[in-house]
T-cell receptor
Framework: EAQVTQNPRYLITVTGKKLTVTCSQN?????MSWYRQDPGLGLRQIYY???????DKGDVPEGYKVSRKEKRNFPLILESPSPNQTSLYFC?????????????FGSGTRLTVV | SQQGEEDPQALSIQEGENATMNCSYK?????LQWYRQNSGRGLVHLIL?????REKHSGRLRVTLDTSKKSSSLLITASRAADTASYFC????????????FGPGTRLSVLP
């Protein structure tokens, strides 16, 4: 089944403890992206990747890192999480950038930082 | 910055009625997409309409695009309780589509 898999689905952590949210897609998509969703703010893009080894900042990149060493994986790293990073996170992929192809979203990761 | 803004923020209708949601955007676009999100779940792609298209259909969905007014509408006909969800429009914020910008969404409730 074609899908984007995120792990974990739920995570509670403490301020400052480094964490990684994994994202993997099995559709050979070139484009991958991370979003966070907060009430009243909609989805905001954190980082995106046009292809392997090509990443760039979205609208809200502060406090996050990403890497794209393989086509299928696009992990989101929070080096020192803070409470304002408590949010619902989504990974998405698309065959290519350019807006012509729809995005496939993962099921989300609900992160709470205390 | 938000490119698309859905209207209304919330909509409540009876099963069998039609639901119309609108999306307005600020800058020129190449493509506009509509997505559905069931509570707390990932978004699901519904339909894409290109800037040179005016109307598109997919099952019970009809999307229109008016580039002169920078607006789009999503019509769901003969709604069902299963259509209860949030609906988002997304537009390409730049010419390369590297950043698809989502609006805050319309929360649709279909009452049985």
């Amino acid at each position: 089944e074609a899908q984007v898999t995120q792990n974990p689905r739920y995570l509670i952590t403490v301020t400052g403890k480094k964490l990684t949210v994994t994202c993997s897609q099995n559709m050979n998509h070139e484009y991958m992206s991370w979003y966070r969703q907060d009430p009243g703010l909609g989805l905001r893009q954190i980082y995106y990747s046009m292809n392997v080894e090509v990443t760039d900042k979205g609208d809200v990149p502060e406090g996050y890192k990403v890497s794209r060493k393989e086509k299928r994986n696009f992990p989101l790293i929070l080096e020192s999480p803070s409470p304002n990073q408590t949010s619902l996170y989504f990974c998405a992929s698309s065959l290519r950038a350019g807006g012509v192809y729809g995005y496939t979203f993962g099921s989300g990761t609900r992160l709470t930082v205390v | 910055s938000q490119q698309g803004e859905e209207d209304p923020q919330a909509l409540s209708i009876q099963e069998g009625e039609n639901a119309t949601m609108n999306c307005s955007y600020k800058t020129s676009i190449n493509n506009l997409q509509w997505y559905r999100q069931n509570s707390g779940r990932g978004l699901v792609h519904l339909i894409l309409i290109r800037s040179n298209e005016r109307e598109k259909h997919s099952g019970r969905l009809r999307v229109t695009l008016d580039t002169s007014k920078k607006s789009s509408s999503l019509l769901i006909t003969a709604s069902r309780a299963a259509d209860t969800a949030s609906y988002f429009c997304a537009t390409d914020a730049d010419n390369y589509g590297q950043n698809f910008v989502f609006g805050p969404g319309t929360r649709l409730s279909v009452l049985p």
